[in-house]
């Protein structure tokens, strides 16, 4: 059973450039939520996807905007980069639409570098 | 409005001291769901344990126990005999019941930066 992984593992990008990050879900898990984690502070939720439809929304503006595929793999989109952006991109998967119930997976993230 | 608060930014402790790290939460729900997860300097996020808000029973897992008390709110974890090991930062964190109002995400602490010293 392979768990949770995401692409790249590092970043650095531009002001106004555009940032797409990947991530494979957990075999047989059909949700996707990703979140911002920024230096020292805990993670921070952006959306969740469940199979292949948006279904919750942090306090992120609509530059961050995701997909998910019908292998339940999932994209973040990134428009407009911002310095504030930098932060670790963490992507969790879950059996179902709550994964408190069900439990989370995490990968290991993809740190982002907003020059 | 859910929350959750980790009061100790930093604690230092020397190996084989006890620990504990405090967590307390906010929310409105009586069903709800939550977390520890350990953060080594490599970023990804170790689970440790889920406790679901019916279930009031300490749990012991090795050197680590879990103390949750509803009626303080709080969800605090022991580290004992530490180990250097153990450095890392820790996160507690909330879900509550999806429904129409909620996603079921995962609302975090602000996390505890434990460091053992030999």
């Known amino acids: 059973e392979t768990g949770v992984t995401q692409s790249p593992t590092h970043l650095i990008k531009t002001r106004g450039q555009q940032v797409t990050l990947r991530c494979s879900s957990q075999?047989?898990?059909?949700?996707v939520s990703w979140y911002q984690q920024a230096l020292g502070q805990g993670p921070q939720f952006i959306f969740q996807y469940y199979r292949e439809e948006e279904n919750g929304r942090g306090n992120f503006p609509p530059r961050f905007s995701g997909l998910q595929f019908p292998n339940y793999s999932s994209e973040l989109n990134v428009n407009a980069l911002e310095l504030d952006d930098s932060a670790l991109y963490l992507c969790?998967?879950?059996?179902?639409?709550?994964?408190?119930?069900?439990?989370?997976?995490f990968g290991s993230g993809t740190r982002l570098t907003v020059v | 409005a859910q929350k959750v608060t980790q009061a100790q930014t930093e604690i230092s402790v020397v190996e084989k001291e006890d620990v504990t790290l405090d967590c307390v939460y906010e929310t409105r729900d009586t069903t709800y769901y939550l977390f520890w997860y350990k953060q080594p300097p490599s970023g990804e996020l170790v689970f440790l344990i889920r406790r679901n808000s019916f279930d009031e029973q300490n749990e012991i897992s090795g050197r680590y126990s879990w103390n949750f008390q509803k009626s303080t709110s709080s969800f605090n974890f022991t580290i004992t005999a530490s180990q250097v090991v153990d450095s890392a930062v820790y996160f507690c964190?909330?879900?509550?019941?999806?429904?129409?109002?909620?996603?079921?995400?995962?609302?975090f602490g602000q996390g505890t930066t434990l460091q053992v010293k030999p």
């Open positions: 969790a998967s879950s059996l179902g639409e709550w994964g408190g119930f069900y439990g989370y997976t």
């Open positions: 964190a909330l879900s509550e019941a999806f429904g129409s109002s909620n996603t079921g995400k995962l609302i």
């Open positions: 075999s047989g898990h059909n949700t």
